[in-house]
């Protein structure tokens, strides 16, 4: 459903960002009602998903950034650790947002780095060979997964993303594949820092830590 505004139609706003969330962070709100609006909104979004198992909805959390913006979510969940559940939700739409700016550039990093961490590459699931198209999908699948099946399952396949693009990026770099071969082997370390944030997580979520 759609509501009207005076510039025309827009989307509802679903209820686990709700104007009761939002308006915690009108003028400058305390840092304890944006950690408790974090950490409620991600879990009412995964509560909402798995209760109804509906495809509609599904397809709905996978596209929230498009539909409502990465800015959005970023005000609410990236400030939160990876150990805990809005941050490690911020995470993997992050990740979805990077593959959809750059799908060519990360396809061919993953190419670059699945030989040398195959481990790692048999656990993301992209197709073989990993074109841009390839890892599109796998992100989609990971979100989906995320509020349909095993949390901790996507967190790890999330992770072994990261850690191979990040492998890929070295491997760039060190072959002077890219013209910024410094700021490459940056991102690389700060990916796989990201990665091993996500294993982290999900061996949290599977001892009902992470929340």
């Known amino acids: ?107 061919r990093a993953f190419d670059a780095g699945r030989h040398r961490a195959p481990v790692h590459e048999a656990v993301a699931g992209v197709a073989d060979p990993p074109g841009p198209a390839e890892v599109q999908d796998m992100s989609d699948a990971i979100l989906g997964g995320a509020f349909t099946g095993d949390l901790a399952d996507a967190l790890e396949r999330a992770a072994a993303f990261c850690h191979v693009v990040a492998t890929g990026w070295a491997v760039q770099a060190d072959l002077h594949q890219h013209p910024d071969d410094h700021s490459l082997t940056r991102s690389a370390g700060d990916l796989a820092r990201t990665g091993t944030e996500l294993e982290l997580a999900a061996k949290m979520w599977r001892n009902g830590e992470l929340s």
């Open 1 to 107: 459903m759609s509501r009207m505004t005076s510039g025309g139609y827009r989307p509802r706003r679903p209820a686990f960002f709700g104007p009761a969330v939002m308006d915690t962070f009108q003028g400058g709100p305390d840092p304890a009602q944006r950690i408790e609006a974090a950490h409620r909104t991600a879990a009412a979004l995964v509560e909402h998903a798995r209760s109804g198992k509906d495809p509609d909805v599904t397809a709905r959390i996978v596209a929230l950034a498009d539909i409502y913006g990465l800015d959005e979510i970023a005000e609410l969940w990236a400030a939160r650790p990876a150990e805990s559940l809005p941050g490690a939700l911020w995470r993997i739409y992050a990740l979805q947002a990077g593959i959809r700016r750059d799908p060519v550039g990360l396809a």
